[in-house]
Nanobody, 126 residues
Framework: QVQLVESGGGLVQAGGSLRLSCAAS????????MGWFRRVPGKEREFVAA?????????YYADSVKGRFTISRNNARNTVYLQMNSLNPEDTAIYYC??????????????????WGQGTEVTVSS
């Protein structure tokens, strides 16, 4: 089991920045691939970003956030981050952190992730 707790959401004006954090406990964090997804009420869950257990350059982004968002991880702190810059109202959503075993390859697919946090809400005003 992996327990995940997100934090860092809030209200920000368009053009602003937020950094989301996801603290993990349970199974060895460093062995897990990590992802961020978001959901707008009434819409499907949407992939945002992912980072492999090995970290570094092994990161993946949705086209809608590429160049604005950065995912990173600190295995010593069992934490994954999502730095969000140049936010716009279309980024308004509940953001979820998720963990997947390092054997999972398709990290943009939510079905790869058996472990999920409760979510943190991000609201971007125009």
């Amino acid at each position: 089991q992996v327990q995940l707790v997100e934090s860092g959401g809030g209200l920000v004006q368009a053009g602003g920045s937020l950094r989301l954090s996801c603290a993990a406990s349970g199974r060895t964090f460093s062995n897990n691939n990590m992802g961020w997804f978001r959901r707008v009420p009434g819409k499907e869950r949407e992939f945002v970003a992912a980072i492999r257990w090995s970290g570094g350059i092994n990161t993946y982004y949705a086209d809608s956030v590429k160049g604005r968002f950065t995912i990173s991880r600190n295995n010593a702190r069992n934490t994954v981050y999502l730095q969000m810059n140049s936010l716009n109202p279309e980024d308004t959503a509940i953001y979820y952190c998720a963990a997947a075993p390092n054997s999972r390859n398709i990290l943009s697919d939510w079905v790869a992730y058996p472990y999920w946090g409760q979510g943190t809400e991000v609201t971007v005003s125009s």
